[in-house]
Structure formats: structure tokens, C-alpha cells
């Protein structure tokens, strides 16, 4: 009897992208009410999770949300300033983690692939984000930082309570303070947006150099 063939879709599971394993058909794998799931493609570590729990990428969140019209189209580009474009991974949660931020300002543009250890996917996320400020030497200039993290969006520009990672997100305000004019806008992930897709990019792939050390 011939084996049906199986594959790993991105997927969304607690705020994370992920990759699930199905099969041929693009149905999930499920054992006793639960999926397989991994945090990244080349990791070894995989997760039953209940399947309720995984959701497609571009599902609507349950709760803590950002406002639809908070989100920053590509048309809100300041071509006057400065875009950080930033993306956090963890290979597990926690489990070996990297950051990646694509900068640009006008035709001047930087990139930065960071391992950072072990960490959560949220301290990934607020990681690249401090990583992308403090590589800006004009304070003067206004600056867009984009990230498709909703809890990053969340502690940093709507002002939820950050009830873990409470000095790290404090040290991010008070360099943003620092700016004469810098803004935060939630971006949706795995949608076309290249830059932020770079940014992922540049986040995984400091995770993937590491292990090949």
C-alpha cells in the first residue's frame, strides 16, 4: 500500500508562525484531537499541540488584536524618514532564537542577522526591535518601525501592561523617547510584504548559521 505523501504549511499557532504537517491534501495529521508542529523547517524538536489551537496565517486573533487601521499599508512610507522593517524567530518557545531588521533611509539601506541564544518568539520580537533603534545615530529624523508582531504592537504602541519582559520592554520606551518623532505600525506577516519577509529571512537564517557551527 503506498505511503501518502506529507508535507509542513505555515501556519499560526498562539500568536507564532509555525509549520503543521499534513498530508498530500493539505489536511492536518492528528492524533487523539492533536497536530504536529515545528517552529521552524531544519529543527529536530516537534510539538502535539490540540488543533484547535492552530490557525491560519491570516486569521483574524481572538484578543489582543491591533486595530485593523493601525496597520501601516505601504503607502504610509515616510520617504523622509528613517523605516525599520523587524521580524524576531525562535526555534521552539523558548528554544534557539535570532532576530533580523532591514533598515532603509532613502537609498541607504542596512541589514542585521543576529543569533541572540535562547529566548521566546515575543523576546525575539521586541529584541529586533531594540537592535533596529540603536542602530540609528539621527535621533532628529522621524522614524516608522514595522513589525507583524501583535504582542510587540501591543506592549510598545497601545499600551498594554507587558506582564513578562517588563525591563526590556522599558528599555525599548525609553529609547524611543530618545526620538524626535518614531512610531510603531503592526503589519501583517507572510502577506507580499518584502521587506518585512526580509526581515524574516535574516531572523531565521541567524538561528539556521548557528546550529551549522
Request: glycine share 8%; no cysteine.
Amino acid at each position: 500500500m503506498e505511503t501518502d505523501k506529507t508535507e509542513w504549511k505555515r501556519m499560526r499557532f498562539k500568536n507564532n508562525k509555525v509549520w503543521l504537517y499534513v498530508d498530500r491534501s493539505g489536511n492536518p495529521i492528528e492524533q487523539s484531537g492533536k497536530v504536529k508542529i515545528k517552529y521552524q523547517l531544519d529543527q529536530t524538536h516537534e510539538y502535539w499541540v490540540h488543533r484547535n489551537k492552530v490557525r491560519p496565517l491570516d486569521s483574524k486573533p481572538t484578543k489582543n488584536s491591533a486595530p485593523p487601521e493601525k496597520r501601516a499599508p505601504d503607502a504610509s512610507v515616510d520617504p523622509e524618514g528613517i523605516q525599520i522593517f523587524t521580524d524576531g524567530a525562535s526555534s521552539g518557545n523558548p528554544g534557539p532564537s535570532g532576530i533580523g531588521v532591514f533598515l532603509r533611509f532613502g537609498d541607504h539601506e542596512k541589514e542585521i542577522s543576529e543569533y541572540i541564544g535562547m529566548a521566546t518568539n515575543n523576546i525575539a520580537e521586541l529584541k529586533a526591535i531594540q537592535a533596529g533603534l540603536n542602530a540609528l545615530k539621527r535621533t532628529a529624523l522621524p522614524v516608522q518601525i514595522f513589525t507583524d508582531s501583535s504582542y510587540a504592537y501591543g506592549v510598545l504602541a497601545l499600551g498594554w501592561k507587558a506582564k513578562a519582559n517588563s525591563q526590556l520592554v522599558e528599555s525599548i520606551k525609553k529609547t524611543m523617547r530618545t526620538f524626535k518623532d518614531v512610531r510603531i505600525f503592526k503589519v501583517k506577516g507572510h502577506a507580499g510584504h518584502k521587506e518585512n519577509e526580509r526581515a524574516d529571512y535574516l531572523a531565521t537564517s541567524a538561528i539556521k548559521h548557528q546550529s551549522e557551527k
